[in-house]
């Protein structure tokens, strides 16, 4: 267990995010407003322990979701609860998605902190991107959000969208 505690410490001082998980009224929320228009896979950056990941899945099972979580052990458990549900669409990758090819993704959800969020507005600017992004509480520095709206939780979270459009 100390090495457990040790792993996710690590990342997130590496990536200045905890793995914190969704609140069920807050993934609730965000899982209503997912609309895809675009072909390709759905990316969650930054997927902790799997609480939008898997839904994701299960609501989009015709399509492929993708989880990139840095930490091992929230990677991990990401992992098994995909497998335990039999959801063959989850590919979990313990991988930093800053270096990630992002170019095909029809979709991506975010659930970062700032530093992290304006990490991805940087990676964002190298393109080419052209995707939808949905993104739970934080905003996107240097982009217009297309639409906002408050979530009913405890913290009153604001989800944010983005239309990213670069070549």
């Given at each position: 267990?100390?090495?457990?505690?040790?792993?996710?410490?690590?990342?997130?001082?590496?990536?200045?995010?905890?793995?914190?998980?969704?609140?069920?009224?807050?993934?609730?929320?965000?899982?209503?407003?997912?609309?895809?228009?675009?072909?390709?896979?759905?990316?969650?950056?930054?997927?902790?322990?799997?609480?939008?990941?898997?839904?994701?899945?299960?609501?989009?099972?015709?399509?492929?979701?993708?989880?990139?979580?840095?930490?091992?052990?929230?990677?991990?458990?990401?992992?098994?609860?995909?497998?335990?549900?039999?959801?063959?669409?989850?590919?979990?990758?313990?991988?930093?998605?800053?270096?990630?090819?992002?170019?095909?993704?029809?979709?991506?959800?975010?659930?970062?902190g700032p530093g992290a969020m304006r990490k991805l507005a940087r990676r964002l600017e190298?393109?080419?991107?052209?995707?939808?992004?949905?993104?739970?509480?934080?905003?996107?520095?240097?982009?217009?959000?297309?639409?906002?709206?408050?979530?009913?939780?405890?913290?009153?979270?604001?989800?944010?969208?983005?239309?990213?459009?670069?070549?």
């Amino acid at each position: 267990s100390l090495l457990v505690a040790l792993s996710i410490l690590w990342s997130t001082l590496r990536t200045g995010v905890s793995p914190m998980p969704s609140s069920y009224i807050a993934r609730t929320t965000l899982l209503t407003r997912l609309r895809l228009t675009r072909p390709g896979p759905i990316l969650e950056l930054g997927a902790g322990w799997g609480s939008l990941a898997i839904p994701i899945a299960q609501q989009f099972n015709d399509r492929k979701v993708i989880a990139y979580e840095l930490s091992p052990v929230p990677a991990a458990i990401c992992w098994l609860r995909a497998r335990r549900q039999g959801l063959s669409n989850l590919e979990v990758r313990c991988k930093n998605f800053a270096r990630a090819d992002l170019t095909g993704a029809a979709l991506m959800v975010t659930f970062l902190g700032p530093g992290a969020m304006r990490k991805l507005a940087r990676r964002l600017e190298r393109g080419p991107v052209h995707s939808t992004l949905l993104s739970h509480t934080f905003h996107l520095p240097g982009h217009r959000e297309r639409a906002r709206w408050s979530c009913n939780d405890a913290h009153h979270s604001t989800m944010y969208r983005y239309e990213i459009d670069r070549d």
